[in-house]
């Protein structure tokens, strides 16, 4: 074990931190969507 | 006397190869036994782990090239983690995060920690051990596996161990947080349940939809959702009750005896006791910590926006340590308030917490695994 220093953290780590961090919450965010839309489409679908 | 001598030698030689690294690997396989016995902590992955540990570490152990098949056949090609996750996804209840489809931003807040100590770990490690290391925020053994052997880390042994202690120690590791960032007053918040009616043909689609969103988005990730969302098609299609309870019993517990003895491959004394070892459980603790602190802190930001206040205690269940997690936030709101019932709150967020935590892995996997090449 060993420090190797911050380069690799801010050059490399904290683009692919940030790059994550946006990209999870947009998945949920589609999936959260679906959900809304398919509950929507199926209740609709029962009431008729 | 010449032969009596060799005689002994034949016998009790393999005593004299007994060093002081492996007999640690038995207290620490012995400490893994006992935790799952005595304190019944996801005993049916730290026994045989623990067991294994003991297994490996024996002097001349013959046991180790079997093991090794067994992790070649099950683990370097991702196969046991795919295949429990087909039982995992059997058993999962999407219902309360259909009716409140909003609970899965906690899921996504609650992966905060993965990310967190990635960056910490990439202080220390080469960037694939450092990924594999983050991790092990996910509390999802699977994923961690799944991740780490993709990435190649050369410690799948230390994360595993890591990994599956603190799935066990969510009931020791949460409360202290939760309470650490949240007044009596938010703790006391009540949530009403409207539990809704969820169609059959939602619950069908369900699988189906995510797993194409998340493919579309996370490729790396779609093995890992695939597998999950076939064994909760499986499940709730209706018409394959017999393999949604083998996927559910037979198939998981087949599987887990399996992992657990074949992580223990990664055990040996050489490749286990190092400083890095003591590192990683640190930086798996701290990825737990602040998972936990991401899901409440977003429940709490929420707060200030909405007008149905929320319990902050819930997002706690981000972590996908299911249904652990759950169960601690539905008690400890029960400790709070008799009457106040978070427990189809708490499932809800823990099975986003599930979705959110193989995301993450495939994301963090697309995006490192190019630059391990």
């Known amino acids: 074990m060993k420090f190797l220093g911050f380069e690799t953290l801010l050059k490399i780590a904290l683009p692919i931190i940030l790059k994550c961090m946006v990209g999870i919450f947009a998945v949920i965010l589609i999936i959260m969507i679906a959900i809304f839309i398919l509950n929507k489409a199926t209740n609709r679908q029962n009431k008729q | 006397m010449e032969q009596i001598q060799q005689f002994i030698i034949d016998v009790?030689?393999?005593?004299?190869?007994?060093?002081?690294?492996?007999?640690?690997m038995w207290i620490i396989g012995g400490i893994l036994i006992f935790l799952a016995i005595k304190k019944n902590m996801e005993?049916?992955?730290?026994?045989?782990?623990?067991?294994?540990?003991?297994?490996?570490?024996?002097?001349?152990?013959?046991?180790?090239?079997?093991?090794?098949?067994l992790f070649e056949a099950g683990i370097s090609n991702e196969l046991f983690p795919l295949l429990l996750f087909i039982g995992i996804g059997a058993m999962i209840d999407f219902e309360p995060l259909l009716t409140n489809p909003k609970l899965m931003i906690f899921g996504a807040a609650a992966q905060f920690g993965i990310f967190l100590t990635f960056g910490?770990?990439?202080?220390?490690?080469?960037?694939?051990?450092?990924?594999?290391i983050?991790?092990?925020?996910?509390?999802?053994?699977?994923?961690?596996?799944?991740?780490?052997?993709?990435?190649?880390?050369?410690?799948?042994?230390?994360?595993?161990?890591?990994?599956?202690?603190?799935?066990?120690?969510?009931?020791?590791?949460?409360?202290?947080?939760?309470?650490?960032?949240t007044t009596k007053?938010?703790?006391?918040?009540r949530m009403n349940y409207t539990g809704t009616k969820v169609s059959k043909t939602t619950k069908i689609l369900f699988p189906i939809v995510v797993t194409v969103i998340t493919g579309i988005f996370a490729p790396d990730s779609v093995?890992?959702?695939?597998?999950?969302?076939?064994?909760?098609?499986?499940?709730?299609?209706?018409?394959?009750?017999?393999?949604?309870?083998?996927?559910q019993n037979a198939l998981a517990n087949l599987i887990t005896i399996l992992l657990g003895l074949t992580v223990s491959f990664k055990m040996q004394a050489a490749d286990f006791l190092t400083a890095d070892t003591l590192l990683i459980l640190g930086l798996g603790l701290f990825a737990f910590i602040f998972d936990t602190v991401g899901g409440v802190l977003i429940a709490k930001i929420m707060n200030i926006f909405s007008k149905n206040k929320i319990n902050p205690m819930i997002g706690a269940c981000g972590i996908s340590a299911f249904p652990m997690s759950a169960r601690v936030v539905h008690k400890m709101g029960l400790a709070e308030d008799n009457q106040n019932f978070l427990l189809m709150h708490s499932i809800g967020v823990n099975v986003s917490g599930q979705i959110a935590s193989v995301i993450a892995g495939g994301l963090l996997l697309k995006l490192v695994l190019p630059l391990v090449g």
């Open chain 2, 120 to 132: 910490l770990a990439c202080l220390f490690f080469p960037i694939n051990d450092a990924a594999s």
């Open chain 2, 12 to 24: 009790f030689g393999n005593v004299s190869n007994i060093e002081w690294k492996p007999v640690v």
């Open chain 2, 134 to 181: 983050g991790i092990i925020g996910a509390a999802d053994g699977p994923t961690s596996i799944f991740v780490a052997n993709t990435l190649n880390s050369n410690y799948m042994g230390a994360i595993m161990v890591a990994a599956y202690s603190y799935m066990a120690l969510v009931p020791v590791v949460q409360p202290p947080i939760i309470k650490m960032m």
């Open chain 2, 185 to 189: 007053k938010e703790r006391l918040i």
């Open chain 2, 223 to 247: 093995a890992l959702i695939g597998f999950l969302m076939f064994g909760n098609l499986i499940r709730e299609c209706g018409v394959l009750n017999s393999l949604s309870e083998t996927a």
């Open chain 2, 43 to 69: 005993p049916t992955l730290l026994l045989p782990m623990g067991f294994g540990a003991i297994l490996v570490n024996l002097p001349e152990s013959g046991a180790v090239e079997t093991i090794k098949t």
